[in-house]
């Protein structure tokens, strides 16, 4: 069987992969994907903190998959398969490890015969045959490399457990060593995902004798603290030397905290973080404007947004508390989150998941089930432990359908107990199969999704747009009318009903304009700016296609109007120096620029525009002097070195 099962595995990743490649998926990653292979390639400044997941862009590198942001759209089709191949092996890790727990702990509970056969490997087929987790296995995200470590942890931790428990002249070496190797696991999946600390106080309890306590059972608990910190210090020491305080390994906690619990919140991610994820996903630029500051910095805003998060939280603890239920339920209800993507979308472009048939829901019922079976005396004690421990945490913060990837090992082992339990009487059972049918009816209730569908109409649209800017992004690259159609299509899918983000009618624009539409593009955005609560995108988009189409008086005059509502937003600041100056009208012009570098003193445009002004205005000393404060911020900027060395040249003479 295990022949069968491997050839298996290889014909689905044989077929699979080459569809992956070709597909816009594949080839076009977003927001998080853009943001790892950006950071995987740059060379961060030594004072610059980790945001997020430390360890992530490392295996990007390693892998030979870095891409600069600036050429992270539509890459060629091979360039992310290092890292696919680092990914699947995780994946395959997944399956390896849960058919080795299965057949080591579930088997033994039921007779020999296809009974023993069945229980050894559904955990592991549960896993392998859903479809979202082989989708995660090529994207640029860390949800499989996390789910590894997960599953390695599951079978630590109840190895540790049972060593513990076993007669002392059985408690050798090897306890402390795997309580050692489980620190390991969990220091490495903290790099990942930083909830995934939360699993090291289950460790500790696993290495340590509940009733009398020896001391090579403190040794076994201190060799995982010991592990665990020895992986984790130095992303902490690197951070806090940033921050100038003891911070942790990542700085985006705070943010996670308030899209969780703030006054928009309703369980699922929700934005609230104005400006660009891939330049700014902390919201600095936001930030700074709401606190009248110069700029901020990374450890700032994680401040900033755990005060905010905290202060709603204190100011409604019950609508805090129901959102946490919420959101527990929310991990364990069937539907399948549309968010970073869309499997429908996925199925089209990648037929080969057709054979991966498991829903979320079946994992979830099945889960539930063995989460009821586990408190008995049995090796479900941990699984269910770590399960709740991670939907605990992660409820804390938001859900999105990729973070429950990391419950899926939990939920398959349990499932396979509950498989264990209902189909004989092993050691630890003496009830009867049918008893366990009972456990179904409430977790049947969980599975689901109630009261969801205004919010899976608009996550819908939400991945139909996502969608369409890769099509779009393709089109572009390869020149390709018919992908720029399919992206139109897409994008007026999205539209339909109503919604108040911005992002589809601004992708709708962008296709229609490289289509040649720009009047249609231009009424496109006008329509956006009626229907939608998040106007200055539109609005900036609107104000480019007038400056491309030469209409310089509307485009000033909605300039001007928009910079009242955002006063601070750079490209507004730009444009009105850039007008004014051009209308005639120096001083305001010059306030224009002046304000742009106060407000964004890291921007290198804000010292073209102030010094470009200033030496048509004939003061050339103060010209220069702009440009080299500038060049100081963005050395060798090509602008202000070209700028300044004309200015030099007109001082010398």
């Not at 977003?30 to 030594?46: C, F, G, K, S, V």
């Not at 209308?583 to 620029?593: I, K, S, T």
Request: with cysteine; proline share 7%; hydrophobic share 50%.
């Amino acid at each position: 069987m295990m022949g069968a099962a491997a050839l298996l595995v290889a014909v689905f990743w044989a077929a699979f992969l080459p569809q992956v490649e070709r597909s816009v998926f594949g080839r076009v990653p977003l927001l998080d994907e853009a943001y790892y292979l950006d950071r995987a390639a740059a060379a961060p400044e030594p004072s610059e903190p980790y945001y997020m997941s430390p360890l992530y862009p490392r295996l990007i590198e390693l892998a030979g998959a870095a891409t600069p942001a600036a050429q992270s759209r539509a890459l060629p089709p091979d360039r992310l398969r290092g890292l696919r191949a680092l990914q699947v092996a995780c994946w395959l890790g997944i399956v390896a490890l849960l058919r080795w727990q299965a057949g080591r702990r579930l088997a033994p509970l039921v007779a020999e015969g296809w009974r023993r056969a069945a229980v050894s490997w559904l955990p592991a087929l549960l896993f392998a045959l859903y479809r979202p987790a082989a989708v995660y296995a090529v994207s640029v995200l860390v949800d499989i490399p996390l789910a590894f470590l997960v599953t390695a942890f599951l079978v630590l931790v109840t190895e540790v457990a049972r060593w513990q428990e076993g007669p002392p002249v059985a408690r050798d070496w090897r306890g402390p060593a795997r309580a050692a190797l489980m620190g390991l696991v969990i220091g490495l999946a903290t790099l990942l995902r930083g909830s995934a600390l939360a699993l090291l106080p289950l460790g500790v309890l696993a290495a340590v004798r509940p009733r009398r306590p020896r001391w090579r059972d403190a040794t076994a608990a201190a060799a995982s603290v010991l592990a665990a910190t020895l992986v984790l210090a130095p992303a902490v020491v690197h951070n806090s030397r940033a921050a100038g305080r003891l911070v942790g390994p990542a700085l985006n906690g705070g943010v996670n905290l308030y899209i969780g619990n703030g006054p928009e919140a309703n369980g699922f991610y929700v934005a609230v973080v104005p400006g660009s994820w891939l330049l700014d996903p902390a919201g600095r630029e936001f930030l700074a404007g709401r606190f009248d500051r110069p700029s901020v910095s990374l450890a700032q805003a994680d401040s900033l947004w755990l005060d905010a998060a905290t202060t709603a939280i204190r100011a409604e603890p019950l609508r805090a508390g129901g959102l946490w239920l919420r959101k527990l339920w929310l991990h364990l209800q069937g539907w399948e989150i549309d968010q970073l993507t869309t499997l429908d979308g996925w199925t089209r472009s990648a037929p080969a998941l057709r054979a991966l048939p498991v829903p979320y829901a079946l994992l979830s019922i099945a889960g539930l089930a063995g989460l009821a079976a586990a408190w008995r005396p049995g090796p479900g004690r941990w699984w269910a432990a770590t399960l709740l421990t991670l939907l605990a945490v992660q409820s804390v913060f938001f859900v999105v359908s990729r973070y429950r990837l990391a419950l899926v090992p939990a939920l398959a082992l349990l499932a396979g107990l509950a498989a264990a339990r209902a189909l004989g009487e092993g050691p630890l059972d003496g009830r009867r199969p049918r008893a366990w049918v009972l456990t179904l009816v409430p977790a049947l209730l969980v599975a689901v999704p109630w009261g969801l569908g205004d919010i899976r109409r608009d996550w819908k649209a939400m991945a139909a747009a996502n969608e369409a800017l890769r099509w779009a992004e393709t089109g572009r690259a390869d020149g390709n009318d018919a992908a720029l159609a399919r992206a139109e299509a897409l994008y007026r899918r999205a539209i339909e009903g109503p919604t108040g983000n911005a992002a589809p009618w601004l992708g709708l624009a962008m296709v229609l304009h490289e289509r040649g539409d720009t009047p249609g593009a231009e009424q496109v955005l006008q329509r956006g700016v009626e229907v939608t609560t998040q106007d200055l995108d539109l609005h900036k988009q609107i104000i480019r296609l007038q400056l491309d189409r030469k209409r310089r008086d509307e485009a000033f005059a909605r300039v001007l109007a928009t910079l009242r509502e955002h006063p601070r937003d750079p490209d507004l600041l730009h444009w009105a120096a850039v007008l004014h100056e051009q209308a005639g009208q120096r001083e305001p012009a010059l306030v224009a620029a002046r304000t742009f570098r106060r407000f964004h003193p890291a921007n290198p445009q804000a010292y073209v525009d102030l010094g470009v002004l200033l030496a048509r205005g004939g003061d050339l000393a103060g010209a220069a002097a702009v440009f080299a404060d500038g060049l100081r911020v963005a050395p060798g900027h090509a602008d202000l070195t070209t700028n300044q060395a004309k200015v030099r040249e007109d001082l010398t003479h």
